[in-house]
């Protein structure tokens, strides 16, 4: 039943292994939270940590073999893949399995860590929250999920990955679903998500039926290798591939639900909405992109367009709000704009590399407003200010992570950044260069904006904030070490690994790769970044803004149309979504029952009326009218006949001569 | 030749008039006195056809017997004796004149039409033939009719015997 | 085991049903536990037989009809008593037994008013006589009967044991007893169809060289002996007889109605067996005996799925009521189930099986969900429900659960048969018109996401929020060991069929394979 | 001797039977008027047989037959007569309707 296949692609200068016995157990990878979340649905209450301690083994046993994998890759190269047969249909064989190559153990090791880190943190920070035991079910169910889309070696197994981080967001997001807006959030997420998916699912089929497979390994050998018919379509199912990642990677217009999303616990934030599961977009693309190169080039410009209006647009949004959590979301989004574009400007490692970066201190940043957040019990950067003092090592990790972010050196985001810059300088995409350029400022001003509103100034708040348990704290260090740290794996010209590790495929993606500094790309970068922060800090700091809380660049008409998101949610909800759930629904509803139902309705008293006329009028007037008239006829005609009975012979025997004679007259004289 | 067909035509004559009389006059007598001269002018119309024997019968029996059953008949129902006007059913007279009018002209058109030209020749008495050969040919019927005539014998007897049930039912 | 294999069995899993239901009307009233007790068992002896036969049935040739028999019946007309599975037909018998366990243990303790578990009982199971004789019977007379024995026992559970709440119907004057309403449309809905049916089938007999079976006719059919305006008339009728059973678009108003009014197990057998009799007889009947008709008819079916799949799910998004709301996902979902019969490939075909077996699946779940919750809380308006987590939470998590199995999620069984319909309709059979299939598509793709949304908020307004206080006072029961009994098996179902698909496909792949290709060549 | 006007006048005879039967009232008049159409019918019979000359002479024993009947017919219908008039003290026939309807 069970089919095991290996295929060992190796190929090129580099010597690749096929993993050996580690490779071939990473299926447990994928099983493993699967059975904890079952164990915990079960057994959690009766757990001493309510079910929290299976899901970190859980997590930890995935953290180590996720690292033992990348120990193994990194030292030797691996790539593998495996496949389980669960049904043939027609000739299509539909296959589930696990790939260990560098990309899938790349986001093993990434979403292990941080999954790690984040579960360390949940258990102190959702400490007495209600549904504690069903969040890390969730949230082990979640993990599952994510490394089975990145462990995929097939499309379906991709789009079952897909959709099941989204319900683990669905869940997530709504976990506190007593409130209606949790709810509606959560729903608008599912949705959105769901509406991309169908881009995914038909780009998908297209590319299934024809190149007559679905394994994703396949599907680019016959696209690096020019098959006719892929070629036709190949536009096509790219951008409907893309428009399943914009779904996942809250590119623009679809990243409506992200903000929404923070209505989730924090940790959830961190793990789901900054690290991984957004990422899984990127991740697509980049398992595809030797697809894109050879034969849909055109898409990638598509892709980048989109990744470069995303980045800025969201970067902007990010500047207004009060929200931390939602400024850290929009910033996600502006990031998630700067891998699209990677991507779509051809530079694979580049967007790669910012995925993995951002990876690490989005989820500190977020950590850290969630310890600020636990600390102050709001969101609002209203009600904060001057927690540098109560909350030292919040500060401090967050910093580092508002650092990175803005790309200085040498932190993580200074090196993904400008890899990024310096790919669409090479591409001579000046424009979307120094819109990117310009996005780095937004990002540093913000960010600033956001440390000024938290950390400097006074306390605006109430309540005495006091710098959350170690339990919180722990992570947010580890995490800050990667978030420096992180970077140093791929510096052009003295050490470029990353690159390695993640280009192991048979058929050598084609990308630029710079080689050294781009020395353009990196100045502009910085400055851009360094730019931001001073403005940040002069607006906010010696303008004093953050001991008011008050914004001094509110510029109208800009400022309240940032505040509305574009009005891209008024806009869906008024054209799209009230009228489908309130107007259309309804139609149809009214078409049904007072249409398609009255018509049968109809019928059936048209039947009855029918029924009626019959019965009355042709049943009981005509043919039981007939019927009785028989007999009626019958006894009047002999009552009027009867009276020829008079008893009188003479009279009978007048009437028979009288025929006697009639008929005879007749026979004699006429016929 | 003259005389006899004169005297034939003249029976004729006469004995359609009587015949006319039976059943015209409004007196029961007079009717069954003319029927007594219808019978004796069949008779003598049998004879003129020399058919004597059974002129003869005719004459006893008709008019001999069952014209005498007839007037004790008239007497015993008390019809009125002379001149009765309810002895005609008036209402039937038109239409059963236009009946028998309408068959005698049948007939006669048949017969008419059928015997054109048609003679008889006389030949003689044949009665001792016909006795010959109703004693040997037609002595079976005979006997019958004999049986039968008993059978309305006993008949007549028992319906006009006084009945002492019916007596009583009459007088009740 | 030799008995088994021929004939006899599938017979005995016909027929123990009825027999068993007769024994049950000879039982006096009084003695419920035993009535319970012997239906329950005759139940479960019957799913078993069913089981023995899953291992009797010789996978590797499941293109095959197995396990049957043929025995002259009515002479006078070549009527036999054929039967035999293959394997389309093999996965929906053995649901159709396993539900109606599952549908008896349910009633044990949970019968709907007015409480007579004799007859209800005993309909359970003469419905399930008529189920899974439809599967088996191979022989258009055969199938017609049983066909029709179906309606019977689902006319009274509504009639009888249906909901007694007064309401009006568009057109009428008067108000009527939603059960007595609901009742009759279905009855008259369904036999409007299946008496054209019957008139194809007598139109196949008399030109199919007076024979009323299914294998012969099929090699007539593949032979080329209907043709012309006859064909397409019987494969209209055909059509006609079996769409209203489906239900498609625009011949499904009688679902919501039965559905809303039908008892919970009543609703689910309706849903979860029942509506697959359509679909399986298109791919039984229709499609193989009137291959070139089917293809001329494919993409008007294809287009009534597509508008089935999204005012299904427009209709649902406008429901207050939580039945009926599942009862219009049913149009959806077997939008898609009729979707992958259109295409008229092995893909879609297969897709349409696996389709239908997780729809009876999860649907059924649904449908038991539902009409529990309308008996705790005497209401099914969504507008008071809310906090069902809280109230009940061992329903509300199972409501949850299934609500994503129905929206098609990935891993569940409904995914297979959404996904693999759109793969279908996209490469329709050659010769049909893509652009139609290709549309037909889209809006079934347009469909998946409607669904998810009216699914969602579903669950929204039922599971999600702060119960009302009307219910703050109220004695709720959660889901007691019965009802537990009865869903378990359904989830583990779900998940199973949703990560192996194999389980249904390793039984029709080569059946549909070979019955497609027999009908179309190559 | 010519045979027409013989027979002719034997029609005239049962014509007037005939009115007799339908206009008569009295039972006996009736009765009276059968024996006009037999008497026709005698001379039928007479006539023929002399016409044909048949060696036989059924005609005359027909008639003879004829006669002895109706003798009987008369005596047995005079009988009837006989009882109504007892019965119903009249010989009307129009009083006679029992089997009116």
Same mark, same amino acid.
């Given at each position: 039943?069970?089919?095991?296949?290996?295929?060992?692609?190796?190929?090129?200068?580099?010597?690749?292994?096929? !993993?050996?016995?580690?490779?071939?157990?990473?299926?447990?990878?994928?099983?493993?939270?699967?059975?904890?979340?079952?164990?915990?649905?079960?057994?959690?209450?009766?757990?001493?940590?309510?079910?929290?301690?299976?899901?970190?083994?859980?997590? !930890?046993? #995935?953290?180590?073999?996720?690292?033992?994998?990348?120990?193994?890759?990194?030292?030797?190269?691996?790539?593998?893949?495996?496949?389980?047969?669960?049904?043939?249909?027609?000739?299509?064989?539909?296959?589930?399995?696990?790939?260990?190559?560098?990309?899938? #153990?790349?986001?093993?090791?990434?979403?292990?860590?941080?999954?790690?880190?984040?579960?360390?943190?949940?258990?102190?920070?959702?400490?007495?929250?209600?549904?504690?035991?069903?969040?890390?079910?969730?949230?082990?169910?979640?993990?599952?999920?994510?490394?089975?889309?990145?462990?995929?070696?097939?499309?379906?197994?991709?789009?079952?990955?897909?959709?099941?981080? !989204?319900?683990?967001?669905?869940?997530?997001?709504?976990?506190?679903?007593?409130?209606?807006?949790?709810?509606?959030?959560?729903?608008?997420?599912?949705?959105?998500?769901?509406?991309?998916?169908?881009?995914?699912?038909?780009?998908?089929?297209?590319?299934?039926?024809?190149?007559?497979?679905?394994?994703?390994?396949?599907?680019?050998y016959q696209s690096t290798h020019n098959y006719e018919k892929l070629s036709t379509v190949a536009f096509v199912a790219a951008i409907l591939l893309f428009i399943g990642a914009m779904g996942k990677s809250a590119q623009f217009p679809l990243h409506v639900w992200l903000p929404d999303a923070m209505a989730g616990p924090t940790p959830v934030s961190a793990l789901m909405h900054a690290a991984t599961m957004v990422t899984a977009g990127v991740y697509l693309l980049a398992r595809m992109f030797p697809f894109y190169k050879a034969m849909a080039p055109e898409a990638l410009d598509v892709v980048m367009l989109f990744g470069v209006i995303t980045l800025l647009a969201a970067g902007l949004i990010a500047v207004v709000q009060d929200d931390l959590k939602k400024v850290l979301a929009y910033s996600t989004v502006s990031q998630l704009g700067y891998m699209v574009?990677?991507?779509?400007?051809?530079?694979?490692?580049?967007?790669?590399?910012?995925?993995?970066?951002?990876?690490?201190?989005?989820?500190?940043?977020?950590?850290?407003?969630?310890?600020?957040?636990?600390?102050?019990h709001s969101n609002s950067m209203l009600e904060m200010g001057g927690l540098r003092k109560v909350m030292p090592k919040t500060f401090a990790t967050f910093i580092i992570g508002t650092v990175a972010l803005a790309g200085l050196p040498p932190f993580a985001g200074f090196f993904s950044k400008d890899e990024i810059l310096a790919s669409f300088n090479h591409e001579g995409e000046t424009t979307f260069f120094f819109i990117a350029v310009i996005g780095a400022f937004i990002t540093a001003f913000y960010m600033t904006r956001a440390v000024s509103l938290t950390f400097l100034g006074e306390y605006r708040g109430h309540g005495h904030p006091h710098e959350s348990h170690n339990l919180m704290t722990t992570p947010l260090l580890t995490l800050s070490v990667f978030a420096i740290a992180s970077g140093w794996v791929n510096i052009p010209g003295v050490y470029t690994g990353f690159t390695d590790w993640v280009t192991t495929r048979k058929n050598k993606i084609v990308e630029y790769h710079p080689e050294s500094f781009d020395l353009f790309a990196l100045s502009s970068g910085l400055l851009a970044g360094l730019l931001g922060i001073g403005l940040g800090y002069y607006l906010y700091q010696l303008q004093g803004s953050a001991e008011t809380g008050d914004d001094k660049i509110k510029i109208q008409p800009i400022w309240s149309v940032l505040e509305n998101k574009y009005y891209l949610d008024h806009f869906y909800f008024k054209f799209v979504i009230d009228p489908v759930k309130i107007n259309i629904s309804k139609a149809v509803d009214k078409f049904n029952t007072n249409v398609i139902d009255r018509f049968v309705n109809g019928f059936g008293q048209v039947a009855s009326l029918m029924g009626g006329v019959v019965y009355n009028n042709f049943d009981q007037n005509g043919i039981d009218k007939l019927l009785n008239m028989s007999s009626t006829g019958t006894d009047n005609f002999g009552g009027k006949v009867k009276l020829l009975q008079t008893g009188k012979t003479q009279q009978y025997l007048m009437l028979f001569l009288g025929g006697v004679v009639t008929i005879s007259l007749l026979i004699l004289f006429i016929i | 030749?003259?005389?006899?067909?004169?005297?034939?035509?003249?029976?004729?004559?006469?004995?359609?008039?009587?015949?006319?009389?039976?059943?015209?006059?409004?007196?029961?007598?007079?009717?069954?006195?003319?029927?007594?001269?219808?019978l004796a002018l069949t008779s003598v119309l049998f004879l003129l056809l020399s058919t004597e024997f059974v002129a003869l019968v005719l004459v006893l029996v008709y008019i001999g017997a069952v014209i005498v059953l007839f007037l004790f008949g008239i007497m015993i129902t008390r019809a009125p004796l002379g001149k009765n006007a309810e002895l005609d059913n008036d209402k039937n007279k038109k239409l059963g004149a236009a009946i028998a009018g309408s068959i005698f002209f049948l007939f006669s058109y048949i017969l008419v039409n059928g015997f054109e030209g048609e003679v008889v020749i006389t030949s003689g008495s044949s009665t001792e033939l016909l006795g010959e050969i109703l004693l040997s040919r037609f002595v079976f019927p005979f006997e019958l009719v004999s049986f039968v005539l008993l059978a309305a014998l006993i008949g007549g007897i028992t319906l006009a015997r006084k009945d002492e049930a019916l007596i009583d039912e009459d007088q009740v | 085991m030799e008995l088994l294999t021929n004939g006899v069995g599938l017979s005995v899993v016909v027929f123990f049903p009825l027999i068993s239901a007769f024994i049950i009307t000879l039982i006096p009233k009084a003695q419920e536990q035993?009535?319970?007790?012997?239906?329950?068992?005759?139940?479960?002896?019957?799913?078993?037989?069913? @089981?023995?036969?899953?291992?009797?049935?010789?996978?590797?040739?499941?293109?095959?009809?197995?396990?049957?028999?043929?025995?002259?019946?009515?002479?006078?007309?070549?009527a036999n008593y054929e039967i035999g599975i293959d394997g389309i037909s093999l996965p929906l018998l053995v649901l159709s037994t396993f539900i109606t366990v599952l549908a008896i243990i349910y009633s044990i303790e949970h019968l709907p008013e007015p409480k007579s578990p004799k007859g209800f009982l005993a309909l359970i199971l003469v419905l399930e006589t008529g189920m899974n004789g439809t599967f088996v019977a191979l022989d258009l007379i055969l199938f017609f009967v049983f066909f029709e024995i179906v309606l019977l026992p689902m006319y009274f559970m509504i009639g009888i044991w249906g909901d007694k709440t007064v309401r009006t119907v568009s057109g009428f004057k008067n108000q009527i007893e939603t059960r007595l309403y609901a009742s009759i449309k279905f009855f008259v809905f369904t036999l409007f169809g299946s008496a054209f049916m019957l008139l194809g089938f007598l139109g196949l007999y008399y030109r199919g060289n007076k024979t009323f079976s299914i294998p012969e006719l099929i090699e007539l059919g593949t032979s080329g002996a209907f043709t012309g305006t006859f064909a397409t008339l019987v494969f209209a009728v055909l059509f006609l007889g079996f769409a209203v059973k489906v239900p498609m678009w625009p011949l499904h108003t009688w679902l919501p109605d039965a559905h809303t009014a039908?008892?919970?197990?009543?609703?689910?057998?309706?849903?979860?067996?029942?509506?697959?009799?359509?679909?399986?007889?298109?791919?039984?009947? @229709?499609?193989?005996?009137?291959?070139?008709?089917?293809?001329?008819?494919?993409?008007?079916?294809?287009?009534?799925?597509?508008?089935?799949?999204?005012?299904?799910?427009?209709?649902?998004?406008?429901?207050?009521?939580?039945?009926?709301?599942?009862?219009?996902?049913?149009?959806?979902?077997?939008?898609?189930?009729?979707?992958?019969?259109?295409?008229?490939?092995?893909?879609?075909?297969?897709?349409?099986?696996?389709?239908?077996?997780?729809?009876?699946?999860?649907?059924?779940?649904?449908?038991?969900?539902?009409?529990?919750?309308?008996?705790?809380?005497?209401?099914?308006?969504?507008?008071?429900?809310?906090?069902?987590?809280?109230?009940?939470?061992?329903?509300?998590?199972?409501?949850?659960?299934?609500?994503?199995?129905?929206?098609?999620?990935?891993?569940?069984?409904?995914?297979?048969?959404?996904?693999?319909?759109?793969?279908?309709?996209?490469?329709?059979?050659?010769?049909?018109?893509?652009?139609?299939?290709?549309t037909s598509m889209v809006a079934g793709a347009i469909g998946t996401v409607l669904t998810a949304g009216y699914l969602l908020w579903m669950l929204q307004r039922v599971n999600l929020g702060e119960p009302s206080d009307e219910w703050s006072d109220k004695d709720l029961h959660d889901a007691d060991i019965y009802e537990l009994s009865a869903w378990i098996p359904l989830v583990v179902l779900t998940v199973l069929i949703g990560v192996f698909p194999k389980l249904i496909f390793g039984a029709t792949n080569d059946a549909v394979i070979a019955m497609l290709s027999k009908a179309f060549g190559g | 001797m010519i045979v027409q006007p013989v027979l002719v006048v034997a029609a005239a005879l049962f014509s007037l039977g005939i009115y007799g039967i339908l206009v008569r009232r009295n039972a006996v008049m009736v009765l009276l008027s059968i024996e006009l159409i037999l008497n026709a019918v005698n001379i039928n019979f007479i006539m023929f047989d002399t016409m044909l000359a048949d060696v036989l002479m059924q005609g005359q024993i027909f008639t003879i037959f004829i006669i002895t009947i109706a003798a009987a017919e008369v005596g047995i219908g005079l009988a009837i007569v006989l009882m109504l008039f007892r019965n119903r003290q009249t010989a009307n026939i129009n009083e006679f309707d029992l089997m009116k309807w």
């Open positions: 039943m069970v089919n095991f296949k290996s295929t060992v692609f190796a190929e090129g200068e580099l010597v690749y292994t096929d !993993g050996g016995i580690l490779a071939e157990y990473a299926w447990l990878l994928v099983v493993l939270p699967f059975v904890a979340a079952l164990v915990i649905t079960f057994t959690g209450k009766y757990l001493p940590l309510k079910g929290a301690e299976v899901a970190l083994t859980t997590i !930890g046993v #995935i953290f180590l073999y996720s690292a033992a994998l990348m120990y193994l890759h990194i030292t030797g190269g691996v790539v593998n893949e495996f496949f389980i047969n669960v049904g043939s249909i027609g000739v299509f064989d539909i296959e589930f399995g696990w790939v260990v190559d560098g990309l899938s #153990i790349m986001m093993y090791f990434v979403v292990g860590t941080v999954a790690l880190l984040v579960f360390i943190y949940a258990t102190n920070y959702m400490e007495g929250e209600i549904r504690y035991t069903f969040f890390f079910t969730s949230l082990t169910l979640f993990a599952g999920s994510m490394l089975v889309l990145v462990s995929s070696p097939t499309l379906i197994q991709i789009l079952i990955g897909w959709e099941l981080v !989204g319900v683990c967001s669905y869940l997530l997001i709504g976990h506190y679903w007593e409130k209606k807006d949790n709810s509606s959030a959560a729903m608008k997420a599912f949705i959105t998500n769901k509406i991309a998916d169908v881009g995914l699912m038909i780009g998908i089929i297209i590319l299934a039926l024809n190149t007559g497979t679905l394994r994703i390994s396949e599907i680019l574009a990677a991507i779509g400007s051809g530079a694979y490692t580049a967007a790669l590399f910012h995925l993995w970066t951002h990876a690490f201190f989005k989820a500190l940043l977020f950590l850290g407003a969630g310890s600020v957040i636990h600390a102050v | 030749m003259e005389i006899f067909e004169i005297v034939t035509y003249f029976v004729l004559l006469l004995l359609v008039s009587t015949a006319v009389r039976v059943v015209t006059t409004s007196n029961v007598i007079h009717a069954a006195i003319s029927l007594v001269f219808t | 035993l009535i319970k007790g012997f239906a329950l068992v005759s139940s479960l002896i019957t799913f078993v037989l069913s @089981a023995v036969l899953l291992f009797q049935f010789d996978f590797s040739s499941a293109d095959k009809l197995q396990l049957g028999n043929k025995i002259s019946w009515i002479k006078s007309i070549n039908a008892p919970t197990v009543g609703s689910v057998l309706l849903a979860a067996i029942l509506l697959k009799l359509g679909s399986y007889g298109f791919v039984r009947i @229709a499609i193989p005996i009137l291959p070139e008709q089917a293809k001329a008819w494919a993409p008007a079916i294809a287009i009534l799925s597509a508008i089935g799949i999204i005012y299904g799910s427009l209709a649902c998004l406008a429901q207050t009521d939580l039945k009926r709301l599942i009862a219009f996902s049913s149009v959806g979902h077997m939008g898609f189930v009729m979707l992958g019969i259109a295409s008229l490939t092995p893909i879609g075909i297969n897709a349409a099986m696996i389709g239908m077996v997780a729809h009876g699946v999860i649907t059924g779940l649904l449908f038991f969900l539902s009409g529990s919750m309308a008996h705790t809380y005497h209401t099914r308006d969504m507008g008071r429900l809310g906090g069902n987590m809280k109230l009940l939470p061992k329903t509300g998590a199972l409501l949850g659960f299934t609500a994503m199995a129905s929206l098609g999620l990935p891993g569940l069984a409904g995914f297979w048969g959404e996904f693999m319909a759109l793969l279908g309709a996209y490469n329709p059979l050659d010769g049909l018109n893509i652009t139609v299939f290709r | -």
